[in-house]
């Protein structure tokens, strides 16, 4: 049956190159991370090394995004810390896979806010001083909105995309989301859901039938509290399947070996 839906399948959109260094090296240097005195940053981007490398992936390279709930039900994440200890360990992971150690933060409730671009140089307190517009402006959940700007994003890349999407809710529409996270999946980017507490519409999504796109883009992992884990058990689910994505998106033509 597979053979005979073939041709009706999507073509790849904006197939990209995968690079990766031959010798495994990080893509910052993380010794000078840490002699600039950001010692526990540097520690999380050691755990990323250590995760990627038991995937094969060590010296990967990509574009780190990351999509940040914003909605109501994220207050306490968001006024105890939580979030900025996820935005930090989400920069840790990049430093190992992102040429310019930049992460462009998508914050999102009913509307798209402004991309917030978070390195070694602005991470600290960046939740409190650039990110969260406080307890009474947190609205609703438009996850798709959120993942056009991504989709946007993936039709001017030059590299891989990895977006980690930080939630804790259903989306205010499952149809318009399952549509594009579909049609992302035509596109250089794997999708890795962090749920702050159980979403079984995120399950759904991992698990759409194989017809449905045109690989398998997304990993969700469910977490009672993210931020309580440690720096390894969080790299570990971040580097999750995306060696399995890597794969199947070379057979699909959306990416291709340098």
């Known amino acids: 049956m597979f053979g005979s839906n073939r041709t009706n399948r999507p073509a790849p959109a904006h197939p990209v190159k995968l690079t990766k260094d031959p010798a495994g090296a990080p893509a910052i240097d993380i010794s000078k991370v840490?002699?600039?005195?950001?010692?526990d940053l540097a520690k999380r981007a050691d755990k990323a090394g250590l995760a990627l490398s038991k995937k094969g992936l060590n010296g990967i390279r990509a574009q780190a995004v990351l999509v940040l709930d914003h909605s109501g039900s994220m207050l306490n994440d968001y006024s105890n810390g939580k979030v900025q200890t996820l935005v930090e360990r989400v920069l840790g992971f990049s430093l190992q896979i992102d040429v310019d150690g930049t992460v462009p933060v998508i914050p999102f409730d009913h509307r798209v806010l402004p991309t917030v671009e978070v390195?070694?140089?602005?991470?600290?307190?960046?939740?409190?001083?650039?990110?969260?517009?406080?307890?009474?402006?947190?609205?609703?959940?438009?996850?798709?909105e959120a993942l056009r700007v991504v989709r946007d994003m993936?039709?001017?890349t030059d590299t891989p995309l990895f977006c980690t999407i930080v939630t804790d809710g259903n989306p205010d529409s499952r149809p318009a989301t399952t549509d594009i996270v579909v049609d992302l999946a035509r596109y250089p980017v794997f999708l890795k859901f962090v749920a702050i507490r159980q979403v079984p519409y995120l399950q759904e999504l991992d698990d759409?039938?194989?017809?449905?796109?045109?690989?398998?883009?997304?990993?969700?992992?469910?977490?009672?509290?993210p931020a309580a884990v440690s720096d390894l058990e969080f790299a570990d689910a971040l580097a999750d399947e995306w060696d399995t994505w890597i794969e199947a998106a070379k057979r699909a033509g959306v990416v291709r070996e340098a």
């Open 34 to 39: 840490r002699e600039a005195g950001h010692i």
């Open 119 to 144: 390195t070694v140089d602005t991470y600290r307190d960046v939740v409190n001083r650039s990110i969260w517009r406080g307890m009474h402006d947190m609205g609703t959940t438009r996850l798709h």
């Open 154 to 156: 993936a039709t001017l």
């Open 208 to 225: 759409l039938p194989a017809g449905r796109r045109l690989l398998d883009n997304v990993d969700a992992k469910f977490f009672n509290d």
